[in-house]
């Protein structure tokens, strides 16, 4: 699937990069320093600190460097308890979705005739055979195979956006069909590239990469 994926991509898709450059002077500041022509400078008066107020400052000084320690430490002890809260409620999940996936061996083999039929409609689209491609897509989305596909998504969708990748794939599924039956080459090519690529980042979200052949 990969490779015909690759030469439907490069057929109907041009990646432009660009990279924008400034130039010009952020400025400079100049620092002038004017001296007098007549006699030298008059020195400041020396700051003149009373006992009172250079022990309060000290005081004060004495408390931040104490407390601030302790602040970051009480930080730092949040955001620990954070992250592993978080760790704990993934690893939760992705126990849940193993257990899922290990009990679903038919809805896996559904995606699987899924994968294979992807390849072989993207070989014959690559070879303008759209009687090829028919002929494996059907002739609508309530072909037997893709209301199975369908059932496979619905058990082993837990995500939002696992969700939004199903819509996106039946919705490119659904134009690709109808521009293979119009035997539009071009709108097939990139029907056929979005549902493929919806298909795989669903695939990589739920965490079947592994065991599903040919993508």
Not at 64 to 81: F, G, K, N, V, Y
Request: glycine share 6%; aromatic share 4%; with cysteine.
């Amino acid at each position: 699937m990969a490779i015909t994926l690759g030469h439907a991509v490069a057929a109907v898709t041009t990646k432009i990069a660009g990279c924008a450059r400034t130039s010009g002077d952020a400025g400079t500041s100049v620092a002038l320093c004017l001296v007098g022509e007549r006699g030298p400078a008059i020195p400041a008066p020396p700051l003149l600190v009373g006992r009172r107020e250079g022990l309060s400052a000290c005081f004060t000084a004495l408390t931040l460097s104490l407390a601030s320690p302790s602040l970051a430490a009480i930080l730092e002890a949040d955001d620990d308890e954070e992250l592993l809260e978080k760790v704990k409620i993934d690893r939760k999940k992705r126990l849940q979705k193993q257990g899922v996936i290990s009990s679903s061996a038919k809805e896996t083999g559904y995606l699987q005739e899924l994968v294979y039929k992807l390849s072989k409609v993207g070989k014959a689209i690559e070879n303008n055979d759209f009687s090829e491609a028919s002929s494996v897509l059907g002739p609508s989305t309530r072909a037997d195979w893709i209301q199975n596909v369908n059932l496979a998504f619905t058990k082993l969708t837990s995500s939002p956006e696992e969700k939004n990748e199903v819509d996106a794939f039946n919705s490119s599924l659904a134009s690709l069909i109808s521009s293979v039956d119009k035997h539009d080459i071009e709108s097939s090519k990139s029907a056929f590239v979005l549902s493929a690529s919806a298909l795989e980042k669903w695939v990589e979200s739920t965490g079947l990469v592994g065991l599903l052949k040919g993508l």
